[in-house]
C-alpha cells in the first residue's frame, strides 16, 4: 500500500490533463506565471498560460481550457529571447516544444524557466533512487541543503549478496542512506519519494526489514538485517513515520525565489481549476502527435556505423543514401 | 541551420554549479579493459590549478549485481608553483614506451615532467597570455598559438637545451625559467586568437596541425605552411579532427555557438547536425561496441553521447510578428516608406543631382566703369593708380531658403572687398542637404592692365597661328588704342599694374599673331585674352571654323625656371622656420637659467645672460621678419607659377590641339586645388598627378600601368623629378598620346587625384553664345561663362557661389 500517488508530474509528459492533474500536488507550489504565451507548435494562434512549478511547466489555452499541456522537467532547455525551445524525453519518445511570448520585447522572458530547471536538475538527489553514488565523506552523510538527519544505525546487513553487507544506516527527512562500511562507495540513497513499501519480512537471514522502491526507478527490493528485533522493529517504525510525514508534505528539493511575485498564486490556480471543470474524457485524441521532436515519429532508429562520415547515424530509411539527403537539404 | 538533430544516446549531467570548458573531457579505455597488459597501460592524468595527479584506474566485477566498480589510485603527484593552464603528453625527444608531461603555465612557462621527476621549465618569449598547446611527434616540437596571434613551433630539443642565464638562484628548480633566449622553429601568424590546436596523422599519411581560430580553421603541414584554411561563417566553439574515411583527406567535427555541429572533409561541409546544447568539448569513440559516437560536453556540465539523426525536421516555428498583424498600423507605416520612397525618386537620389532651376538664380553683372574712388587697400601700385570695379550679384529665389551663403572668389592678386555673405532665413532645404550653385564671371581687363608704349624686344615671345587673315587689334582690344591714327594698327603695348609690359603684335601678311614680353608668366594673361577674343570676333562674323595653333617648341626651360623659383623659396622657408624654432628653443632656454638666477635666494651673478636673451630676442625677431618675407615672396612666386602653368597648358592645348575635356584634365592636374603650403605643396601635388597621368592614360605599355602608389606626399629633395615628367608628358602628348580618365582599356586603374576632383568645364566656348546678353544663372556641375555685354571683358574670373 503505498502512501504516496505515484509521482508522475516530473517524470511524464502529458496532454489534455483533467482539472485533478493540473492541480499542484503537495510540496509542488507554483513559481512562475507567465501570460500571453503562444504554444507555437501545437496550437499556433491561441493566447495561453505558462505556468512553472517546482516540479514541471503547465500551459494552457485561455481560450479553449482544455488544451494544455503539462511536461516534466527533464530535458535540455535552450531559451531565446522570446521564444522557449523545450526538448523532452518519455519513454524513448522525443517531444519537442516551443512556446513565444505574444508580446513582442517583453521583459518578462523565460528566465525563470530556466533558472528552476537548473535548480531541478541539480537536486536529483532529491528525488532520485541513487546506487553508489558520492554519498559519504569521511563516514559522514553529505547533507543535502534541506536535510536533517534523524537516525544513525549501526550495523545494518544488507542482504543483496549471498553473505551479507555489514554497513550503516542514515535515516533522514528525506531519505534512508545505507553504505558498507568496509567501502563508502557501496552505498544506496533512497528517497522516500521512491518507496514504494517498507515492510518486515522473513528471510533466510531471519526477520528483516525489506524496501519495495517504486516502478520508476527499477522496483528494487532492498533487503536489511537489523540485531535484535526489538531494534529493527523500532527502526521500521521511525521510518515508517518519516515517511508518512514526508508524504504529507514532501520536500522535492527544488528551491527557487521568484525575486517579485507579479501576482497571487493561489488565486491563479483557482481560477484555471474552475475553467477546467467538463473535461470530455472520451475526447482523447493524439494531441502529442503535433509536437513529435521529428519526422513524426514516435521512435528514433538504432545506430549504425557510417563508413561515409567515420561517424555514427541513425539508420536509414530504405532507399535513403546520406549524400542523397545532405544533398537535398542544402 | 541544418534539419538534421543529433540522437540522444546515452546523456547526463555533471558537476554541481560547476563549469567545464576544453581540457574537461577525455575519452580513452581509461581502466584498460580487454588489452591492459605492462607498462603500456593507459593512465589518468589530471591538472588541477596547481597540482598534477596521476591515477591508475582499474575496474572490479561487482560481486553484486548492481554493476561494476571503479577504483581510482594515485601513481603520484606533482605540486606546481606555477598556476596551471593547460597540458599536453607524449613521447619528448623520441624517447620509447613512456609518455612525459608538459604543463603550460599561466604566466607562459612550460614545465615538463618526466613521471614522478620534474625535468625544467621555460618560459615562451613574448609571452603575454597562455594559447593552446599541443605536441608533435612527428617534428618533436611544441606548437602554439601566442598572443601575437601567430602559431608558434618550438623544438623539444631546444627546450631542454636553453639554459638559464643564471644559475646562482636556481636553488628551487622549478621556481625558476630559462634565461637563455629560446629560438622559435617556425612562426605562421593567422592574425587571430585560436581555440585548439589538434595534432593528427591518420592512416600514416602526413601529419598534419590543426587550428582552430575565432573565425578560421586551418590546416598545417608539420613546417608550418598551411596546406588548406576554411572561413567560418559562425563562431566556432570547439573542433576534432577525428579521422580520414578517404586517402589524403581529414574529417573534422566542428561546434558552434549556434548549438550545430559541423561535419567537414578538408574543407567540404558534409553533414550537419543540431546539438541540445554548445559544446565546450568534442571527442569520438567507440562504446559500447558502437564506433562512431559523438561526445560531447557543455560548459554547464551536459554530456552526450549523441548520433546522427537522418530524419529530417521540417517544422519551423512562425514568426510572432507575422501572425499578429495590425493591419491599420502598417497601412500607415506602408505609407509613410512609400512618400518617402516617392520623394527619393523625385530628387533623383540624395545628391540631387538636377536643380529645379527656378529655385535659386544666381547673377551678377559687372560694372562698366571702375569706382570714381578706389576701393582697393593699397591705392598704388609703383606708379600705377589701383582701379576697383563693382560687380553686382543678383540672387532670385521663389521658395524660401535658409541659410543661403554667398561667397566670391577672385584669383590673387586680385582682391575683393568683402567675399562672404550670409543670408539667415532665406533658404528652405527640405532634404537637408545643401545645395551649391555656381556663376563664373569676367572682369574687364582694364583692371590690372593699362595701354602702354609697345617694344620692339623682349626675351620672351610666343607666336599663335590662325587660320583666318589678321584682325586689326584695335577692334579685339578697343579700349587700349594709345595711337588712334591708324586703324590698321598691328602693334599694340600693354602696361600691367607693378610695370610689367606686354607687346602684341599682328603680322600684316600671315595669319599670326606674336606676343612678347620681359617675363614669360605675363605672357598668359594677354595670350588668353586675345584668343578669347579673336574667337568671340569670328563667332560674331559668322565664321564657324576658326581655330589657333601653336608651332613653336614648348617653352619648357623657362617655365622650370619658374618652378625652380617657387621651389628654391619652399625650401628657404623651410630653413628659415627650422632656425626660427631653434632660437625660439635657444630663448626659452636662457628665460630659464635666468629665472632661476633671480629666484635664487643667493643671488649670482648674471654672467650675461641678459645679453645673451637680448641678443638671441633680436635673431628671433630678425628671423621672423624673413620668414614673413619669404612667405611673401613665396606667395608672389606662386602666382607667378600659375600664371605660368595656364600659359603652359594654354600652349600645349593649341600645340596638340587637345579637346576641352582633355584641357580640363590638364587643369586639374597641373592646378590643384589646395593652396600651396610648407608641407603639402605644388610641387608633389602635381607631381603625383603627372606621374598619374603618365602611367595610365599615356603609358606607352601595360607594365607601367602598374600603380605604385605612394600614399604620402612630401617635398621632394629637389624639382628634377618634375620636370621629367613635365617633358616626358610633353613628350608623349606630341606622340599622340591623349588623356582620358575613364574607365575604358586604355586606362583600367582610375584614382582620385589630388585636385583632379574639380568638375571639367565642358564645352564653355559653344554654350557661351547661348546667354550672350544676359548675365546668367548656373547650377552647379556646369559651368558656364557669363558674359557681361562689352567687349572689353578680360578672362580675369571671379566665381561666385
Same mark, same amino acid.
Given at each position: ?132 553514488? &558520492? ?131 493561489? &488565486? ?18 493524439? &494531441? ?43 | 541551420? #541544418? ?29 584498460? #579493459? ?17 597540482? $598534477? !595527479? ?25 605540486? *606546481? ?33 618526466? /613521471? ?95 587550428? *582552430? ?17 576554411? =572561413? ?7 573542433? $576534432? ?10 574529417? +573534422? ?32 569513440? !567507440? ?9 560531447? $560536453? ?7 553521447? #549523441?548520433?546522427?539523426? @537522418? ?22 507605416? %506602408? =505609407? ?16 540631387? %543631382? ?47 531658403? /535658409? ?10 592678386? $586680385? ?23 555656381? !556663376? ?8 590690372? !592692365? ?21 584682325? #586689326? ?9 594709345? /595711337? ?20 602684341? *603684335? ?116 630678425? *628671423? ?31 600645340? /596638340? ?61 629637389? @624639382? ?67 558674359? +557681361? ?13
Amino acid at each position: 500500500m503505498s502512501v504516496l500517488d505515484a509521482l508522475w508530474e516530473d517524470r511524464d509528459v502529458r496532454f489534455d490533463l483533467s482539472s485533478q492533474q493540473m492541480k499542484t500536488r503537495p510540496g509542488e507550489v507554483l513559481i512562475d506565471c507567465l501570460d500571453s504565451i503562444e504554444d507555437t507548435k501545437g496550437n499556433n494562434g491561441d493566447r495561453g498560460r505558462l505556468l512553472v512549478t517546482n516540479l514541471r511547466i503547465l500551459w494552457h489555452s485561455l481560450a479553449l481550457s482544455r488544451v494544455n499541456i503539462s511536461l516534466k522537467k527533464k530535458n535540455p532547455l535552450s531559451g531565446q529571447t522570446e521564444a522557449l525551445y523545450i526538448l523532452t524525453k518519455c519513454n524513448s519518445t522525443r517531444f519537442e516544444f516551443i512556446f513565444t511570448n505574444l508580446v513582442p520585447g517583453s521583459p518578462r522572458l523565460f528566465t525563470s524557466v530556466m533558472a528552476v530547471h537548473r535548480a531541478y536538475e541539480t537536486s536529483k538527489m532529491y528525488r532520485d533512487f541513487k546506487l553508489r553514488s &558520492a554519498l559519504i565523506q569521511n563516514k559522514q552523510l553529505r547533507l543535502l541543503p534541506q536535510e536533517h538527519v534523524y537516525d544513525k544505525i549501526n550495523g545494518v546487513w544488507n542482504l543483496s549478496s549471498d553473505q551479507g553487507n555489514l554497513g550503516t544506516f542514515f535515516i533522514t527527512n528525506v531519505r534512508i542512506v545505507w553504505h558498507a562500511n568496509m567501502n563508502d562507495s557501496f552505498n544506496v540513497s533512497i528517497p522516500y519519494l521512491q518507496i514504494r513499501s517498507i515492510k518486515i519480512r522473513d528471510s533466510k537471514f531471519g526477520l528483516a526489514l525489506v524496501i519495495e522502491s517504486s516502478q520508476q526507478s527499477g522496483g528494487y527490493v532492498l533487503g536489511f538485517k537489523i540485531d535484535p528485533v526489538e531494534k529493527l522493529q523500532e527502526s521500521v517504525k521511525e521510518i515508517n513515520s518519516l515517511h508518512k510525514v514526508y508524504s504529507a508534505s514532501p520536500i522535492f528539493g527544488v528551491d527557487y525565489e521568484m525575486e517579485e511575485k507579479p501576482q497571487p498564486l493561489e &488565486a491563479l490556480t483557482v481560477e484555471q481549476i474552475q475553467d477546467d471543470v467538463e473535461i470530455d474524457s472520451d475526447d482523447h485524441t493524439d &494531441a502529442f502527435v503535433a509536437y513529435f521532436a521529428d519526422g513524426n515519429k514516435q521512435q528514433d532508429r538504432e545506430p549504425v556505423f557510417s563508413e561515409e562520415l567515420g561517424l555514427a547515424i541513425e539508420k536509414l530509411k530504405d532507399g535513403f543514401t546520406l549524400q542523397g539527403l545532405w544533398e537535398v537539404m542544402s | 541551420m #541544418s534539419l538534421f538533430k543529433a540522437r540522444d544516446w546515452w546523456s547526463t549531467i555533471l558537476g554541481d554549479k560547476e563549469e567545464f570548458d576544453q581540457g574537461c573531457l577525455c575519452l580513452a579505455n581509461v581502466d584498460n #579493459s580487454g588489452n591492459g597488459q605492462g607498462t603500456e597501460m593507459l593512465h589518468l592524468a589530471v591538472l588541477h590549478s596547481r597540482k $598534477l !595527479c596521476v591515477y591508475s584506474v582499474s575496474g572490479t566485477l561487482g560481486n553484486v549485481e548492481h554493476g561494476n566498480q571503479y577504483q581510482m589510485k594515485l601513481m603520484y603527484e606533482h605540486n *606546481l608553483q606555477r598556476t596551471a593552464c593547460n597540458m599536453t603528453y607524449g613521447s619528448f625527444g623520441g624517447i620509447k614506451g613512456r609518455d612525459l608531461i608538459c604543463i603550460q603555465s599561466m604566466d607562459g612557462m612550460l614545465m615538463v615532467f618526466e /613521471q614522478e621527476s620534474y625535468a625544467f621549465g621555460r618560459f615562451l618569449p613574448g609571452f603575454l597570455l597562455p594559447g593552446p598547446l599541443a605536441y608533435s611527434s612527428r617534428t618533436d616540437s611544441f606548437i602554439t598559438v601566442s598572443s601575437c596571434r601567430q602559431v608558434e613551433s618550438y623544438k623539444y630539443q631546444v627546450l631542454a637545451f636553453a639554459t638559464d642565464a643564471d644559475k646562482r638562484q636556481e636553488t628551487e628548480q622549478q621556481k625558476l625559467g630559462s634565461g637563455k633566449r629560446l629560438v622559435v622553429d617556425w612562426t605562421l601568424n593567422i592574425g587571430e586568437q585560436a581555440f585548439d590546436i589538434c595534432i593528427v596523422s591518420f592512416n600514416q599519411s602526413a601529419s598534419s596541425v590543426f587550428v *582552430l581560430g575565432e573565425r578560421n580553421f586551418f590546416c598545417l603541414k608539420d613546417n608550418g605552411q598551411i596546406r588548406f584554411m576554411k =572561413k567560418l561563417d559562425w563562431s566556432p566553439s570547439c573542433f $576534432l579532427p577525428y579521422c580520414s574515411v578517404s586517402e589524403g583527406t581529414i574529417n +573534422t567535427l566542428i561546434a558552434n555557438h549556434n548549438n550545430m555541429l559541423h561535419i567537414y572533409q578538408d574543407v567540404t561541409l558534409k553533414w550537419a547536425t543540431q546539438l541540445p546544447h554548445i559544446p565546450v568539448a568534442v571527442r569520438v569513440g !567507440c562504446l559500447h561496441d558502437l564506433k562512431g559516437v559523438i561526445v560531447t $560536453l557543455s560548459d554547464d556540465g551536459h554530456l552526450q553521447c #549523441s548520433y546522427l539523426g @537522418t530524419d529530417p525536421s521540417l517544422f519551423q516555428a512562425p514568426n510572432v510578428e507575422s501572425r499578429e498583424l495590425n493591419y491599420d498600423e502598417l497601412d500607415v507605416e %506602408m =505609407k509613410e516608406l512609400q512618400k518617402i520612397i516617392k520623394d527619393v525618386n523625385k530628387s533623383q537620389g540624395v545628391w540631387p %543631382m538636377t536643380e529645379r532651376e527656378d529655385d535659386l538664380n544666381v547673377s551678377v553683372v559687372v560694372s562698366p566703369n571702375f569706382d570714381s574712388v578706389s576701393q582697393a587697400t593699397d591705392v598704388e601700385v609703383g606708379n600705377d593708380l589701383v582701379p576697383s570695379v563693382t560687380v553686382k550679384v543678383t540672387l532670385q529665389n521663389r521658395v524660401i531658403l /535658409q541659410k543661403a551663403k554667398l561667397s566670391v572668389y577672385v584669383q590673387p592678386p $586680385l582682391e575683393l572687398t568683402c567675399d562672404q555673405f550670409t543670408f539667415e532665413f532665406m533658404n528652405r532645404n527640405p532634404d537637408g542637404i545643401p545645395r551649391v550653385i555656381q !556663376c563664373k564671371f569676367r572682369l574687364p581687363l582694364k583692371l590690372i !592692365c593699362l595701354p602702354g608704349q609697345p617694344s620692339k624686344t623682349a626675351s620672351h615671345k610666343i607666336t599663335i597661328d590662325t587660320n583666318k587673315s589678321p584682325v #586689326s587689334l584695335l577692334s579685339l582690344f578697343p579700349g587700349f588704342a594709345s /595711337q588712334s591714327d591708324d586703324d590698321q594698327v598691328n602693334v599694340m603695348g600693354f602696361h600691367f599694374l607693378g610695370g610689367a609690359r606686354v607687346t602684341l *603684335l599682328a603680322s600684316k601678311t600671315s595669319q599670326r599673331y606674336r606676343i612678347q614680353s620681359e617675363q614669360f608668366e605675363d605672357l598668359w594673361l594677354i595670350t588668353n585674352e586675345l584668343i578669347l577674343r579673336l574667337q568671340e570676333y569670328f563667332e560674331k562674323q559668322g565664321v564657324k571654323d576658326f581655330a589657333c595653333s601653336f608651332s613653336g617648341s614648348m617653352p619648357l626651360q623657362e617655365y622650370f625656371e619658374l618652378i625652380d623659383h617657387h621651389f628654391e623659396l619652399r625650401i628657404n622657408g623651410e630653413k628659415l622656420e627650422e632656425l626660427l624654432s631653434e632660437r625660439a628653443v635657444q630663448f626659452r632656454a636662457i628665460q630659464r637659467r635666468l629665472l632661476a638666477r633671480f629666484k635664487d635666494k643667493t643671488p649670482a651673478p648674471l654672467q650675461h645672460l641678459d645679453t645673451l636673451l637680448d641678443g638671441t630676442y633680436k635673431q628671433v625677431i630678425a *628671423l621672423a621678419d624673413a620668414v614673413e618675407e619669404n612667405q611673401g615672396n613665396l606667395f608672389q612666386s606662386f602666382t607667378r607659377l600659375k600664371s605660368a602653368t595656364h600659359l603652359v597648358i594654354l600652349l600645349i592645348g593649341l600645340w /596638340q590641339k587637345l579637346s576641352a575635356d582633355q584641357v580640363a584634365i590638364l587643369e586639374a592636374a597641373f592646378l590643384p586645388l589646395q593652396e600651396d603650403t610648407q608641407e603639402l605643396g605644388w610641387e608633389e601635388t602635381v607631381d603625383a598627378a603627372i606621374s598619374h597621368l603618365l602611367k595610365t592614360c599615356l603609358s606607352k605599355s601595360s607594365k607601367e600601368q602598374a600603380l605604385n602608389l605612394n600614399s604620402q606626399l612630401n617635398i621632394p629633395k629637389d @624639382t628634377s623629378q618634375l620636370k621629367k615628367h613635365i617633358t616626358l608628358l610633353c613628350d608623349r602628348l606630341a606622340k599622340g598620346g591623349r588623356l582620358c580618365l575613364s574607365t575604358d582599356a586604355a586606362a583600367p586603374q582610375t584614382m582620385v587625384m589630388p585636385g583632379g576632383c574639380t568638375t571639367i568645364p565642358e564645352s564653355d566656348l559653344e554654350e557661351r553664345s547661348v546667354e550672350q546678353d544676359s548675365t546668367e544663372l548656373f547650377t552647379n556641375h556646369r559651368h558656364l561663362t557669363a558674359e +557681361t555685354p562689352r567687349p572689353e571683358v578680360s578672362p580675369l574670373q571671379g566665381v561666385s557661389e
